[in-house]
């Protein structure tokens, strides 16, 4: 029996004149010269030769050899299942693929239309093809790994790896590898932390931004994602330079920062992004699978900084460590979950409890839903003293006539609001006066060190003199500059303060009875949320819940407890 040879290209042409000229460049590739016009000229003069029909001309240009998701490719696959075409063709073998996996599925589905595909290089040989295959996938391999290289030397130099967009609050620099501070936007991540830091939701800052029209990062609508994820992010929380070479930044790139000065961290190789395909009902879809990676392999990058102080960062990051939503168990919302009544004894969240009880001979079963100290039920009675379980819609209903009070009042509101501010001018030292002050030392210090140098002309001084005398003024001229940073900054989050303030007043102001009357558990707790409410329970039936607005800096009691089970 004679064996069966796969026909060479040009034979299999002649059965198949109706084809798709199909040309393919990468990013990489282009830099190095391939182009999809030359391609485009090759495939054209051998399909004037070979006298095919042109039946339409697919082009992928950017797009890796090792996605079979391809815009081109898919058009080629949609003109074969129509029985439009007969043939693929395309220069080389690797501009079809760069995967051996994906180009033998390729060929399996459109061996089913009677469609294949051919490259100007077949050897018609399938030992031939598998080598250039083989090949085709090594280089493929080899390019991502020197690009990855070079991408991560480039990091190790300072600079930013540009991607689709930069960080919000930022702009890429000229030459795309560095930052620059958009003071529009950086001014709403600076709302957005501060706010947080004081106390208010995600869902409370994102809501407020929205009622004001402030325009989103992506022209949609302000998304507590965002705000999670920019509170967590170190380009917006300030380092010192002592700080970034302890986070292995090179000692060239050190070099050229202002020793003094502060910058946020852009980190380049946290994370690794694998692109799979998942199956579907009609076919497959592309899925992103983000891991991130050990601690070692991070490349830090000094960027501007955001303005922010580090305290007003970390307590966003601390308010944020214990932001729960509110529990949904038993299909009720529990207002005060979350966090937002605590235990007297340990000062730990209580925690949201459903029982049944059997009723009397002839009734049905009844569900209590009460709260409970976290730390008794985790670790037995003996570890926390406190051993009430405050009924849940009582202790709710308390703790809402006391905020709605106070929501219905805005003369007292205003009271604790301005009461609140008065205290955070007492607490930051009046930093509008210090800045000056400090301004005027700075000042001063260049005045004395001009004046040491004309001394010095006039040999007045001598030259160990000037050293002794430069070398006090440069010290004394840095501290000042670094307490007239730290007062800028507390000048700052005072007047971000003051302005979220007053966002809360014109907020809730404007609220009658019924407004209140008519919110549901839940929005009752992104009322709790915006305030900042904490509520401590009562020890004893005698003692008063406390409420803590954490927001206005007051503190309200509400009237005696009488809600617990026991």
């Known amino acids: 029996m004679r064996s069966w040879r796969r026909p060479a290209p040009w ?25 999809i016009s030359d391609q485009l000229r090759t495939l054209r003069d051998h399909a004037r030769r070979e006298g095919l029909e042109v039946v339409e001309e697919c082009v992928d240009d950017g797009y890796p050899g090792s996605d079979p998701d391809r815009p081109g490719l898919m058009r080629a696959m949609e003109l074969a299942e129509r029985g439009a075409i007969g043939a693929v063709v395309a220069t080389k073998r690797d501009r079809l693929f760069r995967s051996r996996l994906y180009r033998l599925l390729m060929d399996r589905d459109l061996e089913e239309y009677g469609v294949s595909l051919v490259a100007l290089n077949d050897t018609g040989n399938r030992i031939g093809d598998g080598v250039q295959d083989d090949f085709a996938e090594y280089e493929r391999e080899q390019i991502t790994q020197r690009t990855a290289a070079g991408r991560r030397e480039k990091a190790r130099q300072g600079k930013v790896i540009a991607g689709r967009l930069p960080d919000y609050g930022y702009r890429y620099g000229p030459s795309r590898d560095s930052y620059v501070v958009v003071e529009e936007e950086m001014r709403n991540v600076r709302r957005v932390i501060s706010s947080v830091a004081s106390g208010s939701s995600l869902h409370g800052v994102v809501s407020t931004l929205d009622a004001e029209g402030v325009p989103a990062p992506n022209a949609g609508k302000w998304q507590r ?90 307590a966003a990051r601390r308010a944020l460590a214990d932001n729960e939503k509110s529990s949904k168990a038993a299909r009720r919302d529990w207002e005060l979950s979350g966090g937002v009544l605590r235990c007297p004894g340990c000062d730990r969240a209580l925690v949201a409890v459903s029982a049944r009880k059997k009723g009397a001979e002839g009734r049905p079963a009844r569900e209590h839903h009460y709260y409970a100290c976290t730390t008794r039920r ?119 303060e003051e302005a979220e303030g007053e966002a809360l007043m014109r907020r809730y102001e404007g609220f009658a009875a019924g407004d209140l009357d008519a919110l549901g558990g839940e929005a009752r707790r992104e009322v709790y949320n915006r305030l900042g409410v904490t509520v401590v329970a009562a020890r004893t039936r005698d003692e008063p819940l406390r409420i803590v607005f954490g927001a206005l800096g007051g503190e309200e009691v509400c009237h005696r407890d009488r809600t617990s089970t026991r």
């Open 11 to 35: 034979c299999r042409m002649l059965l198949m004149p109706r084809a798709v000229l199909y040309a393919r460049v990468s990013t990489e590739e282009q830099k190095n010269g391939f182009s």
């Open 378 to 496: 985790q670790r037995g009675k003996d570890a926390c003293s406190y051993s009430r379980t405050p009924n849940a819609e009582k202790t709710e209903a308390e703790v809402w006539a006391a905020v709605r009070g106070l929501l219905l009042d805005p003369a007292r509101l205003r009271r604790m609001l301005e009461a609140h501010k008065r205290s955070r001018r007492r607490r930051s030292g009046g930093p509008e006066r210090e800045a000056k002050r400090l301004a005027a030392v700075v000042a001063e210090c260049d005045r004395k060190r001009a004046k040491d140098q004309e001394m010095f002309r006039a040999d007045a001084m001598t030259l160990e003199e000037l050293r002794a005398s430069l070398a006090a003024l440069s010290k004394a001229r840095e501290d000042a500059e670094a307490a007239l940073r730290d007062a800028r900054a507390r000048r700052l989050r005072a007047d971000e």
């Open 225 to 314: 994602t965002f705000a999670r994820q920019a509170i967590y992010d170190d380009c917006y929380r300030p380092h010192a330079v002592g700080e970034l070479e302890g986070m292995g930044v090179a000692p060239e790139v050190l070099a050229r920062l202002d020793k003094d000065g502060l910058y946020g961290v852009w980190w380049y190789n946290r994370r690794g992004v694998r692109t799979v395909r998942v199956p579907t009902p009609t076919g497959h879809k592309k899925s992103r699978r983000v891991r991130e990676k050990p601690r070692e392999q991070w490349i830090a990058v000094p960027v501007p900084p955001s303005g922010l102080a580090a305290e007003t960062v970390d």
